[in-house]
Nanobody, 124 residues
């Protein structure tokens, strides 16, 4: 198991930016960012494989969000730009130690380790 702590959430006007951080206690094969808004199911935002730094994005955030890492700090970041009210949600980071195949990075049930979440609110 690995412990995860998210930070960086807050309130921002539409068009603004935020950077979320996810610091973990140890190794992870894959680290993902998910979000859940009221009345909606949890959805993937982006994911990164720390070894090799392969990255993946949901279509809704591609070209606006950037996931990257500082492995020396065991930290994965999610830089969010051009935020809009549809981005309002609780954001969670998750980690999986096992190998991930195919589109596993998209599926929340593939991840066994979760942070407590950080709220992002975007106003118009």
């Amino acid at each position: 198991q690995v412990q995860l702590v998210e930070s960086g959430g807050g309130s921002v006007q539409a068009g603004g930016s935020l950077r979320l951080s996810c610091t973990r206690s140890g190794y992870a094969n894959c680290v993902g960012w998910f979000r859940q808004a009221p009345g909606k199911e949890r959805e993937v935002v982006a994911a990164i494989y720390p070894i090799g730094s392969s990255t993946f994005y949901a279509d809704s955030v591609k070209e606006r969000f950037l996931i990257y890492q500082d492995n020396a700090k065991n930290t994965v970041y999610l830089e969010m730009r051009s935020l809009n009210p549809e981005d309002t949600a609780m954001y969670y980071c998750a980690a999986e130690l096992r190998a991930m195949y195919g589109g596993a990075w998209k599926r929340d049930y593939e991840y066994q380790n979760w942070g407590q979440g950080t709220q992002v609110t975007v106003s118009s």
